[in-house]
């Protein structure tokens, strides 16, 4: 094994045996193929320390520092140039470089795997200055500030302006001097990472480093187990076979090594792991292990243990806490106001037809859990035991029973069943958070021993009281469609989407269509 420097390209590892491979030129980037004067090359040279020194500053103005400065500027021109002889000016500076110092400290180090100066995303400006504003008003309050509460709220939104603002021009500034850097042949004082892959996943991430210098990741090149010889992608090399890692990283300086290997492949990473390890190199693994088409990777841990998980719905905490709260108000409002209305409807149950008024039924819900599902009986009392002898005349697809003019069937149950009223009892399922106002319809155990492999994912969302289905056609489509629609829901689920179909459902109820 050889070890070969060539001048502006990264080390590139020899195997022996192997022709070593030449430096391959950019039209874009300047080697050391082409014949420069010494004049040239001090001005490139010096052009490059003033590209290093103001990508220094930029994250100086747009990081920590930057961001805390402004807020100090914000809050003085909004108070007015008064405040800079205000005796609680200090406890306010103080305040806040106390306050904006929480989600910092909350990132992981700058030179961790993850760590970054400067904020990688739009919603970490939201987060961060959401946080910044709710410890201000504390703090406000607390050490009673002479701010009126219209002079903070002003503050607060026109920080978070200007904060999106140094946000965006900081990030377009470093992209646009990481370019021209790498136009140059510069290198940046960042961290060197090393891609073990060549697939689409090792590109995507190689990418990703490239187009975002605010992540402070250089990649060098690329080792794999397959690939050999001449090969090279946006410029960087391949280095060779996993293996000479050690010996690359006792030559250059190597901060980290990213596995983004194919499935088949991760088994044999133990050995470079290992290496790494004991040289005390970072290793970061992407979370997308498999080829997932529906599932969205993540980390979890479970005490101390680290987990990828594989997901198939959201999994974020937020809007699965604003919609079990709607569903759990709605509901009660919904039960509070109809309360009359739904005595009435139970007096006629009663009256019409023998048996109770309510029909209870076990359902599957969520992963598979049984609950028990209230409904109006709308049935004589011995409807289950009959449909056994009415199965022939089922008009519906799959392991659904349905039929148009149900024999079973009372009188005020038709009428309650074409409006949907005979569903208002679930709103008590609601309440016990068995259900969801919009969801996939609960199924019953006997149908989901029926279902196909790719039917069953409508489990994986709590069932509801209404979703697509009910507001395009209800049972006038066929099972396949009806559960297509499901996995539609679950697909796009969102909160403006369950709104939708609310909106939809009252019509659609009112006009007793497709029952």
Known sequence: MAVRHYDDDPAVLVEPGEVEPKPKSDRNRITSTQRLTRYQVESLQERGSLLESARRTLFLIAGPVGSTSLTLICLTAVRGFESLVSPWLVEVAAAIILIRLYPILKRPAAHSLTGSRLRSQPIEILHDEFVFGLGFLAVCFLLAWPMAPRLASAFIAVNTVLQGALFFAGRGLLRAISKRQRITGQTADTRKVIIVGTGPKALRLADRFLDSPELEMSPIGFFDYHRYGHWRYRDLPLMGHPRLLTALVGDDQIDAVFLAVEVEDLSGTAELFADAEKMGVNVGILADIFPATIARPGTAEIDDIPLVTYHTTCNSTAPHFCKTLLDRMLALVILLVTAPLLFVLALVIKLDSRGPVFFRQVRLGLNGRRFGLYKFRTMCPDAERKQTSLWDQNEMSGPVFKIKNDPRITRIGRFLRKYSLDEFPQLIN??????????????????????????????????????????????????????????????????ALDAQILAKTVPTVLKGSGS
Request: glycine content about 6%; hydrophobic content about 40%; proline content about 9%.
């Open 430 to 495: 609601v309440l016990k958070g068995d259900m969801s106002l919009v969801g996939p319809r609960p199924p019953l155990p006997k149908e989901v021993a029926k279902f196909e492999p790719w039917q069953r994912r409508k489990l994986s969302v709590k069932p509801g009281l209404t979703c697509l289905w009910q507001v395009n056609g209800r049972n006038t489509i066929d099972f396949d469609h009806w559960m297509k629609l499901d996995l539609e829901y679950i697909d796009n689920w969102s909160l």
